[in-house]
């Protein structure tokens, strides 16, 4: 006698049985993933760094004097630079301003690189990715828990430095209007907001440094090619930047529009700079966030 054909629906289940009460949208869950990243020691480094920089410059003038801008500044920017130098100790407002202008280009580019590009490269260099994969985790969802709690960190440190300097800046300078590089001033009730516009702006315009690093990162198992290339490619986009022989080629470059956030420091917000910068770096962003998840979810995981 053959044996009773089992229904379409039997046969599923036999062959691909699941644990009871399984659910691969509760794998990885993002608190558990943001404690295990927060517990970090490059974490914690970073944050510390960028926590002590408003001191640092404190100190700075506190012993130099007041910058008077005669050191000119040569090169895309050089004028902005010499008047939020100016006007740096006028308040806590302006020390903020001033503290963001001499860390963006750089400064806030590392714990973008490091966060985005340290997370997945680090599981394979443990050889734990493919313990995470077998527990069972989905890809997509360890991907997306990574990714997640990577921007949510890079912008937290984007946060701080700002949050910091404003603290600082108040015990030292004294709470007050900001002064704006071009003239006149904006009140203290308007100061915090157009801050907030300036990190907003930053986070989004280092999508783009997010995105190299996140891709890089699930190319290598070597966090420190993943930081360290998407820093260098950052770097490059920059140095692109300064060939004016380019001329409206640049326009593409993200790095073009890393200062456009000056236009919130203006009596009148202008948003036609951000705007465009904004959408220039989320197109990069998507693209190499897509990459990345594509080319994870064909990829052998051997460590």
Same mark, same amino acid.
């Given at each position: 006698?053959?044996?009773p054909?089992?229904?379409?629906?039997?046969?599923?289940? !036999?062959?691909?049985? +699941?644990?009871?009460?399984?659910?691969?949208?509760?794998?990885?869950?993002?608190?558990? +993933?943001?404690?295990?990243?927060?517990?970090?020691?490059?974490t914690?480094?970073?944050?510390?760094?960028?926590?002590a920089?408003p001191?640092?410059?404190?100190?700075?003038?506190?012993?130099g004097?007041?910058?008077? %801008?005669?050191? %000119?500044?040569?090169?895309?920017?050089?004028?902005?630079?010499?008047?939020?130098?100016?006007?740096a100790?006028?308040?806590?407002?302006n020390?903020?301003?001033?503290?963001?202008?001499?860390?963006?280009?750089?400064?806030?580019v590392i714990?973008v690189?490091? /966060?985005?590009?340290?997370?997945?490269?680090?599981?394979?260099?443990?050889?734990?990715?493919?313990?995470?994969?077998?527990?069972?985790?989905?890809? =997509?969802?360890?991907?997306?828990?990574?990714?997640v709690v990577?921007?949510?960190?890079?912008?937290?440190?984007?946060?701080?430095?700002?949050?910091?300097?404003?603290?600082?800046?108040?015990?030292? @300078?004294?709470?007050?209007?900001?002064?704006?590089?071009?003239? %006149?001033?904006?009140s203290?009730?308007?100061?915090?907001?157009?801050?907030?516009?300036?990190?907003?702006?930053?986070?989004?315009?280092?999508? =783009?440094?997010?995105?190299?690093?996140f891709?890089?990162? !699930?190319?290598?198992d070597?966090?420190?090619?993943?930081?360290?290339?998407?820093?260098?490619? !950052?770097?490059?986009?920059? =140095?692109?930047?300064?060939?004016?022989?380019?001329?409206?080629?640049?326009? /593409?470059?993200?790095?073009?529009?890393?200062?456009?956030?000056a236009?919130?420091?203006?009596?009148?917000?202008?948003?036609?700079?951000?705007?465009?910068?904004?959408?220039?770096?989320?197109? @990069?962003?998507?693209?190499?966030?897509a990459?990345?998840?594509?080319?994870?979810?064909?990829?052998?995981?051997?460590?």
């Amino acid at each position: 006698m053959s044996a009773p054909v089992q229904p379409p629906e039997a046969r599923v289940e !036999t062959e691909h049985p +699941e644990a009871a009460g399984y659910r691969a949208g509760r794998t990885l869950p993002l608190r558990v +993933e943001a404690m295990r990243q927060l517990r970090r020691r490059r974490t914690l480094l970073m944050g510390g760094v960028l926590a002590a920089l408003p001191f640092i410059l404190i100190i700075a003038f506190a012993i130099g004097g007041t910058p008077d %801008g005669e050191d %000119g500044g040569g090169g895309r920017g050089g004028g902005s630079r010499i008047n939020l130098m100016d006007v740096a100790t006028e308040s806590a407002a302006n020390f903020a301003a001033t503290s963001l202008f001499v860390s963006a280009g750089f400064l806030l580019v590392i714990p973008v690189a490091l /966060f985005c590009g340290d997370t997945v490269a680090s599981e394979a260099s443990w050889s734990s990715l493919r313990y995470l994969l077998a527990a069972p985790v989905p890809r =997509v969802r360890l991907l997306w828990s990574k990714l997640v709690v990577a921007l949510g960190f890079s912008l937290a440190a984007m946060v701080l430095l700002p949050v910091v300097a404003l603290a600082a800046g108040t015990a030292a @300078y004294g709470w007050g209007p900001l002064k704006l590089p071009t003239g %006149g001033a904006l009140s203290a009730g308007d100061t915090v907001p157009r801050l907030a516009i300036v990190v907003a702006f930053i986070f989004v315009s280092q999508l =783009v440094t997010a995105g190299l690093a996140f891709w890089l990162s !699930t190319k290598t198992d070597a966090p420190l090619g993943a930081v360290g290339g998407a820093v260098f490619l !950052t770097i490059v986009g920059n =140095v692109l930047d300064a060939v004016t022989a380019l001329g409206s080629w640049r326009d /593409f470059l993200p790095a073009h529009w890393q200062f456009a956030w000056a236009d919130a420091l203006q009596p009148q917000l202008e948003w036609g700079g951000m705007i465009k910068g904004a959408a220039v770096s989320v197109t @990069y962003a998507l693209i190499l966030f897509a990459l990345a998840f594509r080319g994870f979810s064909r990829k052998d995981i051997v460590s």
